[in-house]
């Protein structure tokens, strides 16, 4: 019975932030796997969605942009090129979106039931990442269909990209999760935002038409955004070896000396700003919601 | 029970003000900041005041109350949900229980799913649901609809699941929001020795609760919050007594 004097008295509801979602991991493995039993209960085909919508996606790029459009004279291999920026920014684009919502969505949870409460975004983040796992294997066939070739720094360039773009988006769902709850404002902001992501990133175009209109100080500004130096790394992965002649274009200088670490920095930055505004506000979620 | 049990709970001159927002939105708050923050955008209620209390290791309290006294708001404190806006709440050990019966339940998974993830809510690591889950299933009755989506179960099968779980989950101290009303008679007998059980293992019982008569039942002490101010704290039988007598005149 004394053994109970052993553990000492503590406060309780004071977390300790993104450490504590790593204590409780077997936790966030069955709210994730959650999610993801959920997405497509009742469905037949199941899983296999996943795999199907992103390859007619594929197709009708190849066809549509490359073919009818044209646009194969410019960039070659559009398809791939499209659509491994694409993968990337709807994996942003769904982990921010459910992040930044996750804390109202679990309000019933969080009002009754004392748990680290950052597991929710972080839980958002995870699904969308097992969601673009069928989109990566859909471009991976698309990418050895048109005469990829891997190589070691290509890989490295795959990963970093989709880790720059993965702590960018817990920082960002860290943030707009937890000012949702003051401010629903938050979410259509959110919304927004993503909408313009697209776009400031050379997604549909190359990088080098904003270099040519912006000269280097607006280029460099451009470049600083991660989801930019995210979308590059992918190319430079995925599409620089089956674009032929193109190749060359693949990156923006410097992308591994100078934009990847920067890339890092700020996502880093933008996590640690999310996770100290989370904190600050999480002590009032249960009142507020 | 004994003075020299540890303190489980210790709950020292701790106050919380609700502040009740008129406004949701991010154009009304700047609106009232640029005409020089007139008025007020909300209004305050206190919840607690001042309240200060130990409760020691295997000790069975009620906290009672009129609705809207403040007890649901203290078990919340004790939990961790809320934190004091002044004051300091520390606990000794894991603290977990039923804050509404059936919280963190999906209705579109099966039982079995529910009972995973409800239990790793409540703070069981893997290897501690592996042990427990046949027992879990077999104190809620549940048998063979363990595999059955949620959302089909009966009110008592949901509520049953939900109570084994939370009674499973052996935390040292215990919080229990008005559910001791659940399931029927004899379903409620049992949940009632199973509480036993765990307070002869030493474990902690924090309940709020509105039926007294099970209140006298279960617990040994009671706490009388009134406006968030602790009116009396004593045997539950004395305050009981002197809830009831308070009614009556």
């Keep these: ?289 | 029970m004994s003075e020299l049990s540890p303190v489980t709970v210790e709950i020292k001159g701790i106050s919380k003000q609700f502040v009740l927002r008129h406004t949701r939105s991010i154009k009304e708050a700047l609106i009232w900041f640029l005409k020089g923050r007139k008025g007020d955008l909300s209004a305050r209620f206190h919840a607690l005041r001042d309240v200060s209390l130990d409760i020691r290791q295997g000790e069975t309290v009620a906290l009672l109350g009129f609705n809207g006294s403040g007890k649901s708001t203290l078990l919340k404190h004790i939990s961790g949900v809320m934190t004091p806006d002044e004051g300091t709440v520390r606990t000794r050990g894991r603290v977990a229980g039923l804050i509404e019966v059936g919280a963190g339940f999906h209705p579109d998974l099966s039982g079995r799913d529910n009972v995973y993830l409800n239990a790793a809510i409540l703070g069981m690591s893997e290897a501690q649901i592996k042990e427990r889950f046949d027992s879990i299933v077999e104190f809620a009755e549940i048998g063979e609809f363990i595999d059955t989506e949620v959302r089909f179960y009966s009110s008592g099968m949901y509520l049953r699941l939900a109570f084994s779980v939370a009674v499973h989950s052996d935390p040292e101290v215990f919080l229990v929001d008005e559910i001791l009303a659940v399931g029927d008679e004899p379903f409620q007998k049992k949940c009632l020795e199973k509480i036993q059980e765990l307070v002869d293992a030493g474990q902690t019982l924090v309940v709020v609760s509105h039926d007294l008569d099970l209140v006298q039942r279960v617990c040994s002490r009671g706490i009388l919050l009134e406006h968030g101010r602790v009116l009396k704290d004593g045997p539950s039988h004395d305050v009981v007594e002197f809830l009831r007598s308070r009614t009556k005149g």
């Excluded at chain 1, 491994?84 to 019933?108: D, P």
């Excluded at chain 1, 004392?114 to 597991?119: A, I, M, S």
């Excluded at chain 1, 270099?211 to 190319?235: A, K």
């Excluded at chain 1, 904190?279 to 009142?287: G, I, S, T």
Aim: charged residues 15%; aromatic residues 16%.
């Design chain 1, 1 to 289: 019975m004394t053994s109970l004097l052993d553990t000492p008295l503590v406060r309780p509801g004071i977390g300790q932030g993104l450490k504590d979602v790593f204590r409780r991991r077997y936790l966030l493995k069955l709210l994730v796997r959650k999610e993801i039993k959920l997405r497509y209960r009742g469905s037949v085909l199941g899983v296999i969605w996943s795999y199907v919508k992103p390859a007619i996606q594929f197709v009708v790029f190849y066809i549509a942009m490359g073919v009818f459009l044209g646009l194969n004279k410019n960039v070659g291999n559009y398809a791939v090129y499209l659509f491994s920026g694409i993968v990337l920014i709807n994996f942003f684009t769904e982990a921010l979106n459910n992040a930044a919502k996750s804390i109202v969505y679990n309000s019933g949870l969080i009002k009754k039931i004392f748990l680290p409460r950052e597991l929710f975004p972080v839980a958002s983040v995870f699904v969308s990442a097992a969601h673009f796992f069928p989109q990566l294997v859909v471009l991976l066939i698309g990418c050895l269909l048109t005469g990829w070739q891997p190589t070691p720094l290509g890989i490295l360039a795959g990963f970093a990209g989709f880790l720059v773009l993965a702590m960018l988006s817990v920082g960002l769902g860290l943030f707009f999760s937890s000012v949702n709850v003051y401010f629903r404002d938050s979410e259509n902001f959110v919304e927004m935002m993503l909408m313009v992501a697209t776009w400031v990133s050379p997604v549909m175009y190359q990088w080098g038409m904003v270099h040519e209109r912006l000269g280097d100080f607006w280029f460099g500004v451009y470049q600083s955004n991660p989801v930019t130096v995210g979308v590059e790394l992918f190319h430079y992965a995925f599409w620089s070896s089956t674009a032929g002649g193109d190749a060359a274009l693949a990156a923006p200088p410097q992308l591994f000396e100078l934009w990847l670490p920067v890339a890092l920095v700020v996502s880093a930055a933008v996590l640690a700003l999310g996770q100290f505004t989370f904190r600050k506000l999480e002590v009032k979620f249960a009142q507020e919601l």
